[in-house]
């Protein structure tokens, strides 16, 4: 087929140069030279030592270096400019001269072995590979919101905020040292990173190798900690990229992660850690943590409906600087009761047990399109437990116990149930997740007949509410002190009864038990 040289839109363009030089063969006289194909810091890299200046090394990033070859004993490494910052980084190269043939063809086919460890289809990731296919993360995630959660969690701030969250991380320190059993000559995946703290607990446990699998630019900051600590970091190699996407060179016997969000799924990180598990853990092997609890209880808090409620109040001036407000009042109403609250709370009032939903990480498939249990009262009381391994563990952030960065959340319905001491409630909790990386949440309570003709059976009054958990309204405070009269009887933690999940079902009834309401003083255990 004949193409018109009138077609090509590139035109010719010419540039004035001062000069060219050819590479030739050198005559080195040069002291002799040590290369060496090695991890540092989990970076695959090649470093000329030479023998007689130990501080003169050269270092070269594999992943963004190539060899050529001018004659059977020379050859010319090319190291790339940084993608990051091309404008101030310029590419760099060596002339590498061989003793003989053999010792040229060794290091090509080293060369030629390290590169293919590192190299994408496409494109260029230290210590594993990526699919340029649209993964599983790209298909329920949508990307302004992934750009935003890679962004905050690449802040070493948002990092430093979980790690001093003491009940987080040392529940975490303290299971891994207790199930020390468990990871000595073990691999390990860090599933998510972060800053590394986990991978390097699994370190110190005695894992063989730790893959620390991280998306975000703290990475990077994930590198410069784990090579300040080279007893453990010899045994850690950081892989940024997806969990969903990344490709490992071994399975692990051990995923470790810390993928919990607000009400346990928020942020859908849980999905990628049981991705993780169908990708990478060998039969039988071992997920750190290996189950999740949401637990939901019925309250009462009248100085917290008041005060959502009163937020609206802005929208009823009529003379807002000539302006009638007025239009916008109930839209408003409605949009503050679509906030789940998020605080720390006085357990005091919970009016009922809890009851649990259970997720095993091991088991799970994990259809997250929707999930639907029932719950209690005004709103529910959620507490995200994890259980480790052999020795059991349990990270609560049940209301009562000592405050992690979770805290607890509460779903307030606009429309508040009045309800008497013994009588009967029923509900459904259903949650649809979307693409923002978080679930809208609808919420439905009713209140059956009591007292004479109660066997009968019927609905005295239903209320329900639809919130979005990727909006909360975070009320971080003390918890408020509340009337003496409130203060009958010990101040425990909720009793709770485990759930399994059940089928859903479209109409949502019977899914779970249905919750009695008990004395506004019900004693609470530990969950």
């Known amino acids: 087929m004949d193409v018109l040289a009138g077609q090509n839109k590139q035109k010719e363009q010419d540039f004035l140069v001062a000069s060219i030089s050819q590479l030739s063969i050198l005559n080195s006289t040069s002291p002799r030279v040590v290369a060496k194909f090695h991890y540092d810091s989990g970076v695959a890299e090649l470093r000329f030592d030479p023998e007689s200046d130990p501080n003169g090394s050269v270092h070269f990033d594999l992943h963004t270096s190539r060899l050529f070859k001018l004659s059977p004993l020379q050859s010319v490494c090319i190291s790339e400019a940084s993608e990051m910052d091309k404008e101030k980084s310029y590419s760099r190269g060596i002339s590498i001269q061989f003793i003989n043939e053999e010792e040229s063809g060794n290091f090509h086919c080293a060369f030629e072995q390290w590169k293919k460890e590192v190299v994408v289809q496409g494109s260029n990731l230290p210590n594993g590979t990526v699919s340029l296919s649209k993964s599983k993360f790209d298909d329920k995630i949508e990307e302004s919101s992934a750009k935003m959660y890679f962004h905050y969690y690449g802040q070493l701030l948002h990092q430093q ?17 207790e199930n020390r059993v468990d990871f000595v000559g073990r691999v390990v995946v860090d599933v998510g990173a972060g800053s590394g703290i986990l991978s390097l607990f699994a370190a110190q446990a005695g894992a063989r190798h730790v893959y620390a699998v991280e998306a975000s630019e ?28 990344v490709e490992l060179p071994e399975k ?17 990180m849980l999905e990628s850690y049981i991705i993780a598990r169908d990708r990478f853990l060998v039969p039988n092997g071992k997920m750190f943590p290996t189950i999740g609890r949401i637990h939901m209880a019925p309250f009462s808090d009248e100085y917290l409906y008041m005060e959502i409620a009163n937020k609206a109040l802005f929208w009823q001036q009529q ?20 906030q789940p609250v998020v605080d720390a709370f006085d357990p005091r009032l919970l009016v009922a047990p809890a009851i649990s939903h259970v997720i095993d990480f091991t088991s799970t498939k994990w259809a997250l399109e929707s999930m639907g249990w029932l719950a209690g009262l005004t709103c529910c009381s959620m507490g995200g437990n994890c259980l480790m391994l052999t020795v059991q563990r349990w990270l609560t952030t049940a209301p009562g ?14 429309q508040p149930i009045y309800v008497m001491p013994g009588q009967e409630i029923v509900g459904r909790l259903h949650m649809v997740s979307h693409k923002a990386q978080s679930y809208t949440l609808h919420l439905t309570l009713s209140a059956k007949m009591w007292g004479p003709g109660a066997e009968l059976g019927g609905i005295l009054q239903t209320s329900s509410g639809k919130l979005d958990l990727k909006e909360p309204y975070y009320r971080i405070s003390q918890p408020q002190a509340y009337p003496s009269t409130q203060d009958q009887q010990p101040n425990h933690l909720l009793l709770t009864q485990d759930m399994q999940l059940q089928p859903q079902d479209e109409e949502g009834s019977d899914l779970m038990p249905q919750a009695l309401l008990q004395d506004s003083g019900a004693e609470l255990h530990s969950f």
């Open 252 to 268: 692990a016997d051990i995923l470790i992660s810390e993928p919990m969000g607000t009400l346990l799924v928020n942020e859908r």
């Open 218 to 245: 703290v990475a990077e900051y994930a590198r410069k900690l784990i090579a300040g600590n080279p007893s453990l970091g010899q045994r850690i190699t950081v892989i940024k990229g997806k969990i969903e996407e």
């Open 161 to 177: 905020n979980m790690m001093q969250d003491y009940v987080r991380t040392g529940s975490y320190y303290a299971a891994v040292m």
């Open 401 to 414: 116990a000592p405050t992690t960065h979770w805290y607890q959340l509460r779903c307030v319905l606009a």
């Open 319 to 338: 003379n807002y600087y000539g302006v009638n407000m007025t239009p916008l009042q109930s839209t408003a109403f409605q949009g503050y009761f679509s």
